[in-house]
């Protein structure tokens, strides 16, 4: 279900949440059968964690962090559940013996992923200007020409970004004449069917290794921990 319709359970569905959802179906499958760079252990915590996982809103439960932070931010980020120092987003390689490489080759599905994911970062970064638009805002002290030039250079720069730009890229907000084709992208269904028969066609074709479905890495035995519950300032207190 997209993030969307978590968040509002009075949502009529539409083209772009039916599309997000056969995203989502794409990547439980490549989590649970492709190699990636997340290991066993923490393929079980990303399937319950973007799949399974909640939010406790004010009128009931919402969207999982992980899920909700992929459809904003263009990435699935894996830094907390693999434990590393630096940024780590989810990968998927070509083949298992490129997760020991330094420069390893990637899966055809990865680039799939990627595109679908700047689509959709776009699409709520849409979303969210359209809203914010019709709400009052509060004034702000006016910055420094120093400070508004700098912006201008960094907005100018980055509007090759858009739409459908790759997860690896920085975001800025969409500007109003790109909301067309943003909402092309994930309200109608041509751009994700030419993505699909793009990447399984012609020289594109030849990219997909062979028997590439690995074992199912998904448990039934995996039990989410319940010792990581968030703890209130006063059970910590009675604690000392």
Not at 4 to 13: E, S, T, V
Not at 52 to 60: A, L, Q, V
Not at 125 to 135: E, F
């Amino acid at each position: 279900m997209s993030a969307n319709a978590l968040n509002n359970p009075a949502k009529i569905i539409g083209i772009a949440d039916d599309l997000e959802s056969i995203f989502h179906v794409l990547v439980y499958f490549a989590l649970r059968f492709l190699p990636s760079n997340a290991h066993e252990k923490a393929t079980q915590i990303l399937l319950f964690d973007y799949f399974d996982h909640h939010s406790d809103g004010n009128d009931g439960f919402t969207c999982g962090p992980m899920k909700f932070s992929a459809m904003t931010t263009g990435s699935i980020e894996i830094t907390l559940v693999t434990g590393t120092l630096d940024r780590k987003k989810l990968v998927f390689y070509h083949s298992p013996s490129e997760a020991s490489s330094l420069t390893p080759v990637l899966h055809p599905i990865d680039k799939l992923i990627s595109t679908f994911l700047g689509w959709f970062r776009d699409y709520y970064s849409l979303h969210w200007a359209v809203k914010s638009a019709a709400t009052p805002q509060a004034k702000v002290a006016p910055k420094s020409t120093r400070t508004a030039s700098k912006v201008v250079l960094k907005l100018d720069k980055s509007l090759k970004d858009l739409p459908g730009a790759s997860s690896g890229k920085d975001h800025i907000r969409p500007l109003p004449e790109q909301e067309p084709a943003i909402r092309m992208m994930v309200e109608t269904h041509g751009p994700m069917k030419l993505a699909f028969n793009e990447a399984l066609s012609g020289d594109n074709a030849a990219e997909w290794p062979d028997d590439d479905k690995g074992k199912d890495k998904r448990s039934t035995e995996y039990v989410p921990p319940t010792d990581n519950k968030f703890q209130t300032s006063q059970s910590l207190a009675t604690k000392r």
